[in-house]
């Protein structure tokens, strides 16, 4: 018997072509980051380069990079931008490890179990303070004020998904409104000063900040699905997390208004913190594939990505606008 | 037998002259204070209002406001400023209690202690933006530079501060170095800002800056000193916190110094966490008195607010200039 093998040709949508528009300024922007996370402490460039050097998609940066490109801004006040832009992400990161007790981070051991909590939170300070200096340095009050306001916005946002963290008769409403902070406040702001450096009209601001809006929802909520999907991947975070932390996202959300009464009984325990047992993911992910939650999950991250690239038909069409809207549809293929 | 009542006339150098300088001022700053600190995520406001409501000396905005006094400055964005400063500095405090495990905070409950390290941490993360949206709202890039950077000093010296903890070996310098950083840094900023918004010239806008550090650096010293100061009333600060911290202060470096072999070995075993108990740190504070080590910081701190006050000279004498200057004198006669 001999084994057949069969070459699929790739299918479907990839990051390729907005990686290779914005290749060539993402090595820019990396050196800027390797750069300006050094520090007489060796301690800083040690725990920032854990988890910055450790790779991540730098989606953030490359909206900001991509926007560029798709305005025909030919300059390079954007790449400090962008780092700028990846250091409040990386900030958030290594609060939110502390936040979530998290154990791994991008396939990785999370930089608060080898440095412990008082370091991670003081780097990411760090960081977050670098990511003002850089945009101080590019000198634009309009950047700075997308991103000031956007990093008040993901504060808010977290401090809005702890409070309703283990409350399972949170709605999707609610849900999308922490999400939209959380998340997509920074794709919005990211993908929003691309503008602001091409000096674009405010109607091209605005379809910058909505098509990162939209495409940090899709995102999200294709991240919330992942965690429950049956046939996935690893995405290098630990599947059943968000289930054992009791947060209450979108396939839960939908699963827990769609259900038994006895079924909501597993949910409202489960939330709690009472059903963390492997068994108990497992029972969830059997309800919540019984009622379609991901399937509905991704339908809507569907919805969101449409929005995005149809907010991007003011700009001519081309490569960069291709590129972002594949990008978008990559987004909500992931996990399949 | 009748008690005599004596009225002691107050002596030595008070806080009253700045207070009164800066009071109108600083109705209009805890304003701003109280309205960026809203959210609409009640526990916002419940956990910044925890800290910021319960007082405080506001020592850091007091400084912005004395300074625009100083410079002759007539006009009201130093009020911004000013509540930005008092937000970074909230932010920090808000990280340094999670980082530091700390019970209690200007002598009440800590509010990691209420609301737990998630919440504290991320408060303090929107206290952070909200300062960084308020100087974009003030739109001076100056100040933005000054206090962006400062932000990133403080972080770097409450990283390196968190290295030298448990570490005997610690030299005066280093811990100057930290100090430097992680307090006289903001110190620094919040003066110098006061000199942006008056356009003063460089040389004026660095002496603003050296006032501000030197103090800063006196401020810590004595604080420093007041922990492990006999005679000194409740401060605030839990009694013995540093010492329990392993945190390598310069009454431990100088006693350590100075100390003879089985002295040493005592604070080998205590800064490396072997000596917690009560009995401990009355020994701790037996040896620190034996060698003047208390005294010797405050000599230290003496220099500082003298160079703090000798920076001042370059403004022409007044009221604002002595407020300033007394405001030095009292910063090193706390405790007395």
Known sequence: MSAEVVTLSRKGPTLSPILDLTATAMEAVNAIILDRMQSEIP??????????????????????????ELVGYRGARHHKLAASVEFIHTATLLHDDVVDGSETRRGKEAA?????????????????????????EDGSLDALRILSSASAVIAQGEVDQLTAQ???ETSEER?????????????AAASRIAAVVGECSEAEELALDAYGRNLGIAFQL??????????????????????????????????YARG??????????AVAGFRVEDEDFDHAVELIRRHDAVSATRERARMYAQRACDALSIFPDGPARAAMVEAAQFAVSRGY
């Open 175 to 187: 849900y999308l409104s922490i999400i939209d902070a959380k998340t997509a406040a920074l794709f």
């Open 43 to 68: 301690l800083i460039p040690a725990l920032a380069g854990h988890l910055i050097a450790g790779g991540g998609k730098r989606m953030r940066p490359m909206l900001t990079l991509a926007g560029a």
């Open 166 to 168: 283990r409350k399972v």
């Open 260 to 269: 038994s009464d006895e079924e909501r009984r597993f949910w409202q325990e």
């Open 222 to 255: 294709v991240d919330d699905a992942i965690d429950y999907d049956t046939g996935t991947a690893d995405m290098g975070k630990d599947r059943g997390d968000d289930f054992r932390e009791g947060k209450m996202t979108l396939p839960v959300i939908l699963t």
């Open 112 to 136: 608060n179990l080898i440095y412990g909590n008082p370091a991670t939170v003081l780097v990411g300070d760090f960081l977050f303070s670098r990511a003002f200096e850089l945009m101080v």
